[in-house]
């Protein structure tokens, strides 16, 4: 038997007054995910172990298996590898967004929705001027980009930006953790000192590039500051096939650097898709395709999807509903619509890897509803695939490395 998983960013949510107290997955029109839950067997999910905040880097890594006390390491070198930068034992790397500040507080995390082309510009103009033989900037995809130091320490405590919309960004600057000194690296200290010397410096250069300035006078917001966060080293993990014998080869379908970081590492082909953006506009039939073909060769695919999770940050409940509307119908289905005909059974996984909710605009640390389907298995009660239903799915409450453990089965 095949496997896929299919997830969406950020998808679930709460429930919302303005749609008369139900959740977005209650309100949106999800036939798809709908029969599948009503044809197999839901429940709900931990992704995030106690001691770590509701990042995807860390709800991923669960899904897919992984004990987070074996190979946590942060995002950056996660994202690291999926640019195709290769670590070294002395390297820290670190995410390092590009966002838009504005009257002192942090207004979007994403600089404006940059484009790779737009934020490329930046980072090697940041790069030019700031780096040296310690200090390394490296494009990665849109906003979404990297940072290295070399003896970085990565026992400090940085806040993500999309924790923090509309908010004061000074009081959320780089601070060390305390017994974090470590042998050959700087200290947490000097480690969170030059970090924030680069974020203060990069507005001033940010501030005056052309491209800045034509956005100011097109009433777009700047992308004028960096904001570093989720450092570590380099990670040591088993690959998928290793710890699920089945899996022989699997790939993975993202346009997010940070999921192909964690496919590269999980020994996952990384498939590339044109117009896949990480936004409402990626493009779905593109990604469904890619997860076809590589089901025809592969054991197993990833499928990740980001775009509820950018609509969740955003606060915009409207377009939140559309990307998951259109997760059931130009992804789910077509799937489902394909390999239903096919001689060797696929076994299909829907879910989200936390909530993004609209009226939070961040992450929250609760369960996930989840859905299993395939040719044969006993279906539970349950009729549709929400927050709400999932909660008498007959799988129960999963945690973290349980859920691969039973989807694998």
Not at 45 to 64: F, K, M, Q, R, W
Request: charged content about 25%; aromatic content about 6%.
């Amino acid at each position: 038997m095949k496997h896929i998983i299919i997830l969406g960013d950020g998808m679930a949510d709460h429930a919302v007054e303005r749609l008369g107290g139900k959740t977005l997955l209650q309100h949106a029109d999800t036939p798809y995910m709908d029969m599948l839950a009503k044809k197999g067997r839901t429940g709900r999910l931990v992704t995030v172990p106690d001691g770590y905040s509701p990042g995807s880097e860390v709800a991923n890594t669960a899904i897919l298996g992984y004990d987070l006390d074996k190979v946590y390491e942060g995002r950056g070198p996660l994202e690291a590898a999926s640019i195709g930068y290769e670590m070294q034992p002395e390297d820290m790397a670190i995410r390092c967004n590009i966002i838009t500040l504005a009257d002192g507080n942090i207004k979007n995390h994403h600089g404006g929705h940059l484009t790779t082309e737009d934020g490329d510009k930046l980072i090697k103009l940041l790069d030019e001027k700031l780096g040296n033989d310690r200090v390394r900037f490296i494009t990665g995809i849109q906003y979404r980009h990297l940072l290295v130091i070399k003896g970085g320490n990565k026992h400090i405590v940085c806040s993500p930006p999309h924790d923090h919309p509309d908010q004061p960004w000074q009081p959320l600057l780089v601070k060390p953790e305390e017994g974090g000194e470590e042998d050959g690296r700087m200290t947490p200290q000097e480690t969170a000192d030059l970090i924030n010397d680069l974020i203060l410096k990069s507005q001033k250069i940010l501030e005056e590039h052309p491209l800045n300035k034509q956005r100011a006078a097109e009433g777009k917001d700047m992308a004028n500051s960096i904001w570093p966060w989720s450092p570590g080293y380099r990670p040591s993990m088993e690959t998928i096939g290793e710890m699920f014998p089945e899996v022989r080869q699997g790939s993975v379908i993202s346009a997010v650097d940070l999921i192909r970081g964690i496919g590269h590492y999980a020994g996952l082909k990384i498939v590339v898709v044109d117009g896949a953006t990480g936004l409402y506009n990626t493009n779905y039939e593109g990604k469904a395709q890619a997860a076809i073909e590589a089901l025809r060769n592969d054991d197993f695919v990833f499928l990740h999807v980001e775009a509820s999770d950018e609509a969740g940050h955003d606060g915009d409940l409207d377009l939140k509903l559309r990307t998951i509307e259109n997760l059931d119908r130009r992804i789910v289905e077509p799937i489902y619509n394909e390999v239903k005909t096919w001689d060797e059974p696929v076994a299909i996984a829907v879910l989200p890897d936390h909530p993004t909710p609209v009226e939070i605009r961040t992450h929250v640390k609760e369960p996930v509803p989840f859905l299993i389907y395939y040719p044969g298995i006993e279906p539970d009660e349950v009729r549709e695939y929400d927050e709400v239903s999932c909660v008498r799915g007959s799988y129960g409450l999963l945690r973290m490395q349980e859920f691969m453990e039973t989807f694998m089965k």
